[in-house]
């Protein structure tokens, strides 16, 4: 079986999610650059459950308002057109996903955590450095790594395979795909990204975010991604954050070093907001 015909596979899946259709027009009015307010929060409130869960976000934690806000409009207003539908599908694709049941080898609510991790690691990182729009950079990284998803749940017998490998080697999951599978975790959520019209820099981010990618407009997007995501693995195993900046690509040890000059001491400034993305995307999980 080679990559194309896995992508084929998952076509012929009727099972695997999709994004609410509100995203889908969201994406048609961010195209005209005359849309306004008020055509927005009209279109979130057709959803009344997706309304309610912006109003939470909103004024949840993890965003910190000073002022409760109580309608979709000022939502919308406040977050911005473009934070508003990264809001959506981040609150979507973890709806859609979570109530998988238990996955074998597979454990769906560590899974998020570490996406949101990412996310939030993503997103401070693009603050920081003024490369890339943060809200993109939250969303980036909380969908890298969908494709494990997919991957357990509706092709659980080359997961098997992949997880055999894993073990068998004592190696990383990305090496076992390599060994196993001819389209690993970031080619297949890059092809699901793409079936949900998600932007051509998120598709990319999703694919490229364990390797050296192409050159692309989309580039400085992927490294953000990319360094995010060594970022939080390393602290998970080592909470002084020590990573070993002789592995990383050269483009990626400059970049890391232009930015962050004490990683350890800067992701324990944003480990609190993990947390609190934690506590309001993963409740009642």
């Known amino acids: 079986m080679d990559e194309q015909q896995i992508l084929k596979r998952l076509d012929r899946i009727r099972e695997i999610p999709t994004l609410t259709s509100i995203v889908f027009e969201l994406n048609k009015l961010l195209q005209d650059p005359d849309t306004s307010v008020a055509r927005i929060s009209q279109t979130i409130e057709k959803d009344q459950a997706i309304a309610l869960k912006i109003l939470k976000l909103v004024n ?3 965003y910190g308002s000073k002022h409760r806000i109580s309608d979709v409009r000022n939502a919308v207003i406040m977050l911005g057109f473009n934070a508003v539908r990264n809001a959506i599908v981040s609150v979507s694709v973890i709806d859609a996903f979570s109530g998988l049941g238990r996955l074998k080898n597979f454990d769906i609510s560590d899974f998020w955590k570490h996406s949101l991790a990412v996310a939030v690691t993503s997103k401070n990182i693009a603050m920081k450095t003024r ?4 809200d993109n950079c939250f969303v980036g990284g909380l969908l890298h790594d969908v494709g494990k998803v997919i991957l357990a749940q509706y092709l659980p017998e080359l997961f098997a395979e992949v997880w055999k490998a894993l073990q ?12 196993v599978l001819p389209a690993p975790h970031p080619v297949l959520g890059a092809h699901l990204a793409s079936k949900w019209q998600l932007p051509p820099g998120l598709v990319d981010a999703i694919r490229w975010h364990h390797d ?10 992927i490294m953000i991604i990319h360094l995010a995501n060594i970022i939080v693995n390393s602290y998970d195993e080592n909470p002084e954050c020590v990573i070993d900046l002789g592995s990383l690509h ?11 000059q004490n990683v350890g ?3 324990a400034g944003i480990v609190e907001e993990i947390e609190a993305a934690h506590a309001f995307f993963l409740q009642n999980r």
């Open 265 to 267: 001491d800067w992701y």
């Open 212 to 221: 050296h990618q192409p050159a692309s407009e989309n580039a400085d997007f």
């Open 250 to 260: 050269p483009e990626a040890r400059k970049f890391l070093m232009n930015s962050l």
């Open 60 to 62: 949840s934690a993890f």
């Open 168 to 179: 068998s080697e004592g190696c990383s999951f990305l090496a076992a795909e390599q060994k």
């Open 131 to 134: 490369r890339n729009s943060p």
